[in-house]
């Protein structure tokens, strides 16, 4: 049974709501009597209420390269694949932390960060485990998900070996349901569909992590975890055709793979200053198979298609820091080896008369893609005077990309990087930051390799021309304490990119993955929490983010400015609780809405959205048997799913438009469920 809450000296709902100790230094401070009135369960569930605080997870990018999650464990980055801090911090008892302190990036040694940074300090206890059950069923079309969850224990096997064992189940449920409407140029009916599709995914992840302390002042980490996963996915529709001609189809996709992470570094002091060692290893399995299959009416031999994916990713990573003082400078040196790679074997078939799958050829669906890189770089920071800050990276990255069983030679790139960062505080309750850097963004080893959509009918040609895109990138944040009322922020940023990842053609009639020559990107982003305790209305708050991008790219085939494809250019999001005075009870409201530019190929133009608004509801018992429970219930006010697709009869620039495909489906409400304990 779980450990019984323990009984609260004073109404938890009626205490104020999360104060800083501190908002005129260069940090502010959050106690766990602050967050006394949520009954935290987590160091996870503290963080995700600290006002105004927006929580990033890491980008996933080549290699570890600077930090981009803005949260730091016992001030220091956890650098790993794995999950990182957020994970780390939903193991975390929120018995075991001391505090949460709020600090500007800038006055960091730690390059990569901009804004605001979480820096949660936690002590090690004795033996301290938890458990959350996450259940959840949606009324049409998916299959119920009811393993969602996970376990974990926390514990010290001798004074200089902590350890935290657990089991995850991640992943969801997606399901939709309807018609579709296919019309020719003049908007005359050609088909109508009744489409239903659901798709599964689990993943269950065991984790090993130990944490090691000595000798001396040394200390290490070292994660263990293993993912086996499995993705079932089914597309079906019937199809009634204006010309008689009926028919129906269905694809199913089957995966089933398995994924292991190994990481560790471990930190100790050399001569003034103090040398980290990092390193980890990414290995992931991940075979799919696709089969598509067209019935027709009239009783004449079915068509179909299957495609086969069976493919090794690996990344391998070595990673060493250097970090010493000078009087208030802080330095650091860096450097990094990343190697990674794709090994895809692909295979396409096709439906006989007499019912068995024919292997064809299918050029370019296999290969193996390899990439070396090494970086460089130095990080210098210092306080400018008692409320600035500077932060100052200058490094630099050189890599070969090659296509291993290809016939072109091995390519080479060499690329300046780096960031200067300013944090100011100008007085009592305000605080701001400037950012400018120069980036190199990620590339998927996918696109070099031919990846047929069968659902769509694309065939997405592989691309061995592909580079990174690099971009130079403004960021800029101001932060207003609004006292008991809450706090605001404002975030912009500017980025122009050059080689911006986008859909090409390829050849005189292929399409795929490939660069265009130059894009721009610009965006607001508003992040507030609002507390109602001065009016009166006790333990209630009302976190909101609006947020708007604007993006330019020219269009490859008609010279036209455009938007980048399938970016999202209007958000909002406004997320309501209150904690009942006088009760164990919570409850609360949240609505999500999110647009999306359309999805430019060179022969078709789409856009997938689903809304427009998804709102949601729970309420929460804080104390069950020292459980908390919720009960939530997602889409209330039935968001629908949206696709809208124009095909052309070749180029879209040259070729007159051939039909016209229209989605407007029902997802339906989701029920979901959250029993969360300690042992």
Same mark, same amino acid.
């Given at each position: 049974m779980p450990a019984p809450a323990p009984a609260p000296t004073s109404d938890p709902a009626i205490v104020p709501p999360p104060q800083p100790v501190s908002v005129a230094g260069a940090k502010r401070v959050y106690l766990p009597a602050d967050f006394a009135r949520f009954a935290p369960r987590t160091a996870y569930d503290m963080l995700a209420q600290v006002p105004g605080f927006t929580i990033r997870s890491a980008d996933q990018e080549r290699g570890l390269g600077q930090a981009s999650e803005n949260v730091l464990i016992n001030g220091e980055r956890i650098a790993n694949k794995s999950g990182g801090a957020i994970d780390e911090l939903q193991k975390v008892p929120a018995a075991n932390v001391e505090r949460i302190e709020i600090v500007d990036a800038a006055s960091l040694g730690i390059a990569g960060l901009v804004g605001q940074v979480a820096n949660v300090i936690v002590k090690s206890t004795g033996g301290r485990g938890q458990f959350e059950w996450n259940p959840n069923f949606r009324a049409h079309f998916a299959h119920p998900y009811w393993f969602q969850g996970s376990i974990s224990y926390s514990g010290k096997a001798a004074s200089w070996l902590d350890y935290t064992l657990s089991v995850q189940d991640s992943g969801g449920r997606g399901g939709f349901g309807g018609p579709v409407f296919i019309t020719d140029p003049s908007g005359a009916l050609i088909e109508t569909r009744t489409e239903t599709y659901h798709s599964e995914a689990d993943l269950v992840t065991a984790k090993a992590k130990f944490g090691i302390k000595g000798p001396g002042s040394a200390k290490g980490n070292l994660t263990l975890a293993l993912t086996p996963y499995f993705n079932p996915g089914f597309d079906g529709d019937i199809r009634v055709r204006a010309d008689g001609n009926d028919r129906s189809r269905s694809t199913v996709t089957k995966l089933n793979g398995l994924y292991y992470d190994i990481s560790g570094d471990y930190d100790f002091r050399l001569g003034p200053g103090r040398l980290k060692l990092i390193g980890l290893r990414h290995l992931d399995h991940e075979p799919v198979v696709t089969t598509q299959i067209t019935d027709y009416d009239s009783g004449v031999p079915s068509d179909g298609i299957r495609f086969g994916r069976n493919s090794l990713i690996g990344e391998t990573v070595g990673r060493a820091e250097y970090s010493w003082k000078t009087g208030k400078s802080a330095w650091q040196i860096s450097f990094e080896r990343a190697f990674n790679s794709l090994d895809q074997r692909g295979s396409l078939f096709q439906l006989s008369p007499a019912g068995s799958f024919d292997k064809v050829p299918f050029p370019g669906g296999s290969g193996k893609v390899e990439e070396v890189r090494y970086e460089g770089t130095a990080t210098f920071s210092r306080p400018l005077g008692p409320k600035l800050d500077v932060q100052l990276v200058l490094g630099a990255e050189q890599s070969t990309l090659d296509r291993v069983d290809g016939n072109l030679p091995p390519r080479k790139f060499f690329r300046p990087k780096g960031s200067i960062s300013l944090g100011w505080r100008p007085s009592a309750g305000w605080d701001a930051s400037l950012k400018l850097r120069r980036r190199v963004g990620q590339i998927s080893f996918y696109d070099f390799l031919s990846q047929p959509n069968l659902q769509?009918?694309?065939?997405?040609?592989?691309?061995? $021309?592909?580079?990174?895109?690099?971009?130079?990138? +403004?960021?800029?944040?101001? *932060?207003? &304490?609004?006292?008991?009322?809450?706090?605001?922020?404002?975030?912009?940023?500017?980025?122009?990119?050059?080689?911006?990842?986008?859909?090409?053609?390829?050849?005189?009639?292929?399409?795929?993955?490939?660069?265009?020559?130059?894009?721009?990107?610009?965006?607001?982003?508003?992040?507030?929490?609002?507390?109602? $305790?001065?009016?009166?209305?006790?333990?209630?708050? +009302?976190?909101?983010?609006? *947020?708007? &991008?604007?993006?330019?790219?020219?269009?490859?085939?008609?010279?036209?400015?455009?938007?980048?494809?399938?970016?999202?250019?209007?958000?909002?999001?406004?997320?309501?609780?209150?904690?009942?005075?006088?009760?164990?009870?919570?409850?609360?409201?949240?609505?999500?809405?999110?647009?999306?530019?359309?999805?430019?190929?060179?022969?078709?133009?789409?856009?997938s959205w689903e809304g427009p608004w998804f709102v949601s509801g729970f309420i929460e018992r804080k104390n069950l048997a020292g459980m908390t429970v919720r009960l939530g219930v997602t889409n209330i006010f039935n968001a629908r799913h949206f696709y809208d697709r124009y095909v052309y009869d070749g180029r879209r620039n040259v070729s007159p438009l051939l039909f016209r495909e229209n989605h407007d489906q029902l997802i339906g409400p989701i029920f979901s469920m959250s029993v969360r304990g300690n042992f």
């Open positions: 769509q009918d694309r065939q997405n040609a592989g691309n061995p $021309d592909l580079v990174p895109p690099q971009s130079w990138e +403004l960021e800029g944040e101001v *932060g207003r &304490e609004l006292g008991k009322w809450g706090k605001t922020r404002l975030r912009g940023y500017a980025h122009r990119i050059d080689d911006i990842v986008d859909i090409i053609p390829i050849g005189p009639n292929d399409e795929g993955v490939g660069n265009l020559p130059r894009a721009t990107r610009y965006g607001v982003e508003s992040t507030s929490t609002f507390q109602f $305790d001065p009016i009166g209305w006790r333990g209630a708050k +009302l976190d909101a983010t609006l *947020g708007f &991008e604007s993006t330019r790219v020219r269009d490859p085939l008609t010279g036209l400015d455009r938007a980048i494809s399938g970016t999202r250019d209007r958000w909002a999001s406004f997320s309501f609780r209150q904690d009942v005075p006088h009760s164990q009870f919570a409850y609360g409201a949240d609505a999500q809405y999110e647009h999306y530019s359309r999805t430019f190929y060179p022969t078709e133009v789409s856009r």
